[in-house]
């Protein structure tokens, strides 16, 4: 046969030959949003026997390490034709992740898919074991289904119970978070900080910070931060503390301070800022050193009083009111780091290590114990553009 016709019955055969052997409908995937992971806590409580009249294997024996919730849509509701929830959550309980993932299979009748994956919910209990924290972060980082952008909020609470929530502007809880996260370009009281910072800085240096995420049965906000330090949960930071590191990181996009002049609460919204770290020896200490330039914009002022924003000693004074208020959060915030948590968030260790490497091969041994009597140096230079509406 010539080999022209071999070709065209080769093309022939090979449409018959091609399929998909793993192929899976779209209905028949669970498309996990969001994943909350939790210590396991034994329960007090008697086995009872299966409806077969067989002991069953209960979720409290102790080779159970860990609670994992996973979150999907009802994918029925949202399209306008089913019924029910807006959002399905299942728990389970085992001794590793992939444990856990196999064990819904037993509850779950859709096939599990984390390719649409939005955000990580941490437990505060396992937050804080630093086996299990180290465990959970090695086997997201391994899949080759989650990304770098996905978001790891760490709570003081229960994972599960944040994504049992039902907040009144949308009830899947876990999109909710997600696009809650999505805010933090409006927001310095929200830290910046996705999966990829994380991994990044916790193999750099050991620490990260990580949003906190709080949630009553109705209702949820993230704000503030977890610290994060040889892989574990240390403590957190409050909105403004977080405000002020994310000044130090030069991750604020937007944000609003209120200095206070005359009696006069005046908010002013930061619409461009820009921070320069520096670390360095001098006289025998090291000195980190953040040097934040901040231009803004006056959004309130008080009615009746006119002038007084057309007044450049007046806004002067007041440039350098909200200056002063950046510098002594920043001063704060980085002692409450360096004092009573003793972790390096900022990355002074890094900074020397890529810019001094002289100087890091002499102090890297004893980092630990050289960073908590570091010297700080803080210089805010804050210029007012706008003063918005005026009389």
């Not at 949820?220 to 994060?228: M, N």
Request: with cysteine; glycine share 6%.
């Amino acid at each position: 046969m010539p080999l022209k016709k071999w070709i065209i019955l080769c093309g022939i055969s090979l449409l018959f030959l091609t399929g998909c052997w793993d192929k899976v409908e779209i209905n028949e995937r669970a498309f996990i949003v969001a994943v909350g992971l939790d210590k396991f806590e034994e329960k007090v409580k008697v086995n009872e026997k299966s409806p077969l009249g067989e002991p069953s294997e209960p979720e409290d024996q102790p080779r159970n390490r860990y609670t994992i919730t996973y979150t999907f849509p009802n994918t029925g509701v949202i399209a306008g034709k089913g019924e029910g929830e807006a959002s399905f959550i299942f728990t389970g309980a085992g001794k590793d992740f992939y444990d856990v993932e196999k064990l819904m299979s037993t509850k779950i009748k859709n096939t599990v898919f984390f390719g649409h994956t939005k955000v990580f919910v941490i437990g505060e209990a396992l937050a804080r074991d630093e086996a299990l924290m180290r465990e959970v972060l090695d086997a997201i980082e391994r899949s080759p289904l989650l990304g770098r952008k996905i978001n790891i909020v760490i709570t003081p609470e229960k994972a599960k119970d944040v994504l049992n929530s039902k907040p009144p502007l949308d009830p899947k809880a876990g999109i909710y978070i997600f696009e809650l996260l999505r805010q933090k370009a409006n927001t310095a009281r929200m830290a910046d900080a996705d999966l990829g910072y994380i991994l990044r800085s916790l193999h750099e240096s050991q620490t990260a910070i990580a949003p906190r995420i709080v949630a009553t049965e109705e209702d949820i906000k993230i704000a503030g931060a977890a610290v994060l330090k040889e892989y574990r949960l240390v403590g957190w930071l409050g909105e403004m503390e977080t405000r002020a590191l994310m000044f130090m990181q030069d991750k604020i996009k937007t944000t609003e301070v209120s200095p206070k002049i005359d009696e006069k609460i005046i908010p002013v919204e930061i619409t461009e800022s820009n921070t320069e770290m520096r670390a360095f020896e001098r006289d025998g200490e090291i000195v980190v050193a953040f040097k934040v330039e901040a231009e803004g914009v006056i959004e309130q002022h008080l009615f009746g009083v006119k002038g007084e924003t057309f007044d450049e000693k007046y806004i002067r004074n007041l440039e350098k009111i909200a200056a002063r208020d950046i510098h002594m959060q920043i001063q704060e915030t980085y002692e409450k780091l360096q004092k009573e948590y003793q972790v390096d968030v900022v990355q002074a260790g890094e900074h020397l290590r890529k810019f001094q490497p002289d100087l890091w091969a002499r102090v890297k041994d004893q980092w630990k114990e050289i960073y908590p009597y570091t010297k700080l140096e803080v210089s805010v230079e804050l210029k007012i553009r706008r003063v918005g509406v005026s009389r």
